[in-house]
DNA sequence: GTCTATACAACGATAGAC
DNA sequence: GTCTATCGTTGTATAGAC
C-alpha cells in the first residue's frame, strides 16, 4: 500500500491513482471471495459474465428493488441464460450476499490505510476523505449495500450493522482526542460524519444536477466536521 | 396554527403538543386526500382499515421492499381480505402513491409554518426541528419515502425530487442571508443539514441502541450547522 | 461451460356470493 | 362493504441437450 504518498488534504484523483481497489481491480477480489461456489473455474469468462451479471444486478435493482428484481430480466440484461447464471450463485439471495460482502470487506480495511498519520484530525480528515472517494468509484455497490441493507437475510444485516458500527466508534475515539466535547458528543458526531459521507453516493443524482464535483462535497463535508471540532 | 407559540430553540415534547398532524389526525387526511378513488364511503370503517393496511405496509415492505411485498401477505397481516383490500385502492402502486403523497404535502407545508420568526438563523433551525420532529411521529412513512423513492414510477418520483429540492432551496436562501459563506457553499450547508435529519428515520435503530434521544439529536444536529455559519 | 425446456408454486387482479 | 373462488401470468430453480 502506498497511502503514504498522499498528500494533506488529497483529492479525488490522486486518491484513484494510488488506489489499490477500483472499478477494475474489484472483479479480481469477487472471484477470488466467491471461488468455493463458482462452478465456473476458467478466469477469463468468470471475470467478464460477473461483470455482465453485477452491471445488470445493479441496473435493475436500482430501478425496483432487489427484491421485486426478477432472474428472467437480469438474464435479459446480463445477455447470459439461466442456466449460465446459475455457474455463479446458488440462489437469488447469494447475490446480494457477494455484494454485501465485499463492500464490508473493503470498508474494513479502510481505516487501516491511514495508520501512519500522526496528527489524529489529519487522520480523521483522511479517512472520511477515501470513504467518499472509495463510494464515487464503487458507486453501484455502495448504493446498493445501502438501501437494500434491510431486505437481506438478518445473519448477513447483523455483519453490515456491526462493520458500521466499528467505523463509527473508530472515528468516536479519534475525535475524541482532539476535540472540546462530550464523550456523547463525539459519537454523534462521528454518526454525522457517517451520515454526510453516506448523502454523496444516495444523492448523486442531486450534486450532478448542480454541478456540485466531489471535491467540493468532500470539502465541503472536512469543513463542517473541523468547525464543530474547533468552533463554538 | 399556533407555531408562533414554542419558544426558540423547542424540542420534541413542545412540538408534538402543538402540532395539528401527528400519529392520531393522520388518518383523516389521508381518507380526505383519497376519497375520489376509496369506494368504502362510511367514515369509522375506513379509517380503522386505513390504518390496518398501511401499518401491515409499513411492517412488510421494511421487511423486503415494496416491490418484493405481496398482497396476498398484506391481506394476512392487515386482517383484511383481498377483495376488502381493493376497496381501498385499485392497485398495488397506488398504494405507494397514497404514502409519496401526503408526506409531500406535509413537507411543503411545514417550512411555511414558521414565516413569522423574524431572525433567520432561528428560523432555519425551527424548520430543521420541526423536521426532524415531524419525522419522529411519522417515522414508518418517512421511512418509507426515502427508500421507496427510486422504485416508484417516474411521474411520482420527479414530484418528490422537487419537493426535496424546494425544501433545499429555501433552507439555502435563508442561509445565504446570515453566513459569510459563497452561494455555493450555501447550498452544500443546505444539502448537509438535510442529509443529517433524513439520517434520524434512516438510523433510528443506532440512535435507539445507543440511547440518543431525540433532542439531543436535534441540538447536535443544531450546532453543527451553526458552528459551521459563525466559524472559521 | 452454457444453452433450451420445463416444473410447479405464487403472483396481482377480478367476479359474483353474501 | 366484505368475503371466497378463480383467472391468466410470472416467479425461482433445475434437468438434460449440446
Excluded at 33 to 43: D, G, L, P, Q, S
Excluded at 96 to 111: F, G, H, K, T
Excluded at 165 to 193: F, K, M, T, V, W
Aim: hydrophobic share 45%; net charge positive; with cysteine.
Amino acid at each position: 500500500m502506498n497511502f503514504a504518498t498522499l498528500p494533506r488534504g488529497f483529492h479525488f484523483d490522486a486518491f484513484r491513482r494510488i488506489s489499490p481497489v477500483n472499478e477494475d481491480s474489484l472483479w479480481d477480489i469477487i472471484f477470488a471471495r466467491n471461488a468455493h461456489h463458482i462452478t465456473v473455474k476458467r478466469r477469463a469468462p468468470a471475470l467478464a459474465n460477473l461483470q455482465k451479471i453485477f452491471s445488470a444486478t445493479f441496473c435493475l435493482a436500482n430501478q425496483r428493488g432487489f427484491g421485486a428484481m426478477n432472474l428472467r430480466d437480469l438474464c435479459r440484461e446480463s445477455g447470459l441464460s439461466m442456466g449460465g447464471l446459475y455457474g455463479y450463485l446458488q440462489s437469488k439471495d447469494q447475490l446480494s450476499a457477494m455484494i454485501e460482502d465485499v463492500i464490508r470487506y473493503l470498508c474494513e480495511q479502510l481505516p487501516g490505510w491511514f495508520d501512519h498519520v500522526s496528527d489524529t484530525t489529519d487522520q480523521v480528515e483522511a479517512i472520511l476523505r477515501a470513504h467518499i472517494y472509495l463510494s464515487e468509484m464503487l458507486h453501484p455497490w455502495f448504493f446498493f449495500v445501502y438501501l437494500e441493507a434491510r431486505t437481506v437475510p438478518t445473519a448477513q444485516r447483523k455483519q453490515a450493522i456491526a462493520a458500521e458500527l466499528a467505523i463509527e466508534s473508530h472515528l468516536a475515539r479519534l475525535l475524541g482526542q482532539e476535540s472540546r466535547l462530550s464523550n456523547a458528543q463525539d459519537r454523534l458526531l462521528a454518526a454525522h460524519a457517517m451520515a454526510l459521507i453516506q448523502d454523496w453516493h444516495l444523492k448523486r443524482w442531486k450534486y450532478r444536477r448542480e454541478k456540485i464535483s466531489i471535491d467540493a462535497f468532500a470539502d465541503s463535508v472536512i469543513a463542517l466536521v473541523r468547525a464543530r471540532l474547533t468552533g463554538a
